[in-house]
C-alpha cells in the first residue's frame, strides 16, 4: 500500500442524532404493535 500510495482510513465515530433529553410526550401506539412472545421462536 504504502508503495501505492495508498494509507488506511479510520472508521468514523458514530453520531447520535436523535434527542432523547427532550419534554416532548410520546406518541401512542397506534398500531397496537406487541413484541412479546409466550417462549424463544413464536413470532
Known amino acids: 500500500m504504502q508503495r501505492q500510495g495508498l494509507c ?7 453520531r447520535a442524532t ?3 433529553r427532550h419534554s ?3 406518541a401512542e401506539n397506534l ?5 412479546t412472545a ?3 421462536n413464536q413470532k
Do not use: C, H, I
Not at 488506511?8 to 458514530?14: C, D, F, H, P
Not at 398500531?31 to 413484541?35: I, N, P, R, S
Open 8 to 14: 488506511a482510513r479510520a472508521a468514523r465515530k458514530l
Open 18 to 20: 436523535t434527542n432523547t
Open 24 to 26: 416532548l410526550p410520546v
Open 31 to 35: 398500531l397496537k404493535q406487541d413484541f
Open 38 to 40: 409466550s417462549a424463544p
